[in-house]
């Protein structure tokens, strides 16, 4: 099946630093990726969604200045946490969409865990 | 509202036949997602259903009925591996996947 990876796996950083998280669809052009956060034990949160060429689309809540999404091809996104503080930390996981014979197929990346300490 | 339910654990026994359900509503309908999640791991694309009826995926199967806003995973000949989370997911009529908030599947031997 379709593979998407994430880099890096995890990270720890310090409080006010940036981290990047790169996002690929390894075998695929996604028409679409999304990124996502999810807290232990609780269900995914979506951030935004972003389409290549264009601003990604962010979710009541989610500060776009803090979390700066770049979609530079159809197989590459990446997710830059800005300033970051230790309510930050949590697990991101990215998602690509494909549409194959008008099914939609979504794949997800096996998640950067993030510590800002 | 838009709203996914699905039953917050269940416990099976090994080799044994489990049937988790979802019933949702949802401001339109492009499609229904099964995943599976362990712990500390990304979810995993099991299924996608877009028309009623019975998939078949080896030992996995997802069933829609879409006049219900229904949908069930059923996982045969239970493995102690299949232990996890089970998340039901509906994309709307924006292309948005609503999640459910996962089904834990506790299996015993």
């Known amino acids: 099946g379709a593979v998407v990876s994430q880099h890096p796996s995890w990270v720890i950083c310090k409080s006010g630093t940036s981290v990047k998280i790169e996002c690929r669809s390894l075998d695929f052009q996604a028409t679409t990726m999304f990124w996502y956060r999810q807290f232990p034990k609780q269900s995914l949160m979506l951030m935004a969604t972003?389409?290549?060429?264009?601003?990604?689309?962010?979710e009541q809540g989610v500060e776009k200045d803090k979390f700066l999404i770049n979609h530079a091809s159809l197989t590459l996104s990446t997710l830059t946490v800005t300033s970051a503080h230790p309510e930050d930390s949590s697990f991101y996981i990215c998602s690509a969409r494909v549409l194959t014979g008008g099914d939609h197929e979504q794949y997800f990346g096996p998640g950067t865990r993030l510590t800002v300490t | 509202g838009q709203n996914i339910d699905q039953p917050t654990e269940m416990t099976a026994t090994e080799g044994a036949i489990v049937q988790i359900n979802c019933t949702y509503q949802t401001s339109g309908f492009n499609g229904l997602f099964w995943y599976q999640q362990h712990a500390g791991e990304a979810p995993t694309f099991l299924s996608y259903?877009?028309l009623d009826g019975l998939e078949e995926k080896g030992r996995f199967s997802s069933f829609l009925s879409r006049s219900k806003g229904y949908s069930y995973l059923l996982l045969k000949e239970l493995q102690m591996k299949d232990s996890a989370s089970y998340l039901c997911a509906v994309m709307d009529s924006n292309y948005q996947l609503i999640w459910g908030a996962g089904t834990k599947l506790i299996i015993k031997p």
């Open positions: 972003s389409n290549e060429g264009s601003k990604a689309t962010y």
């Open positions: 259903n877009v």
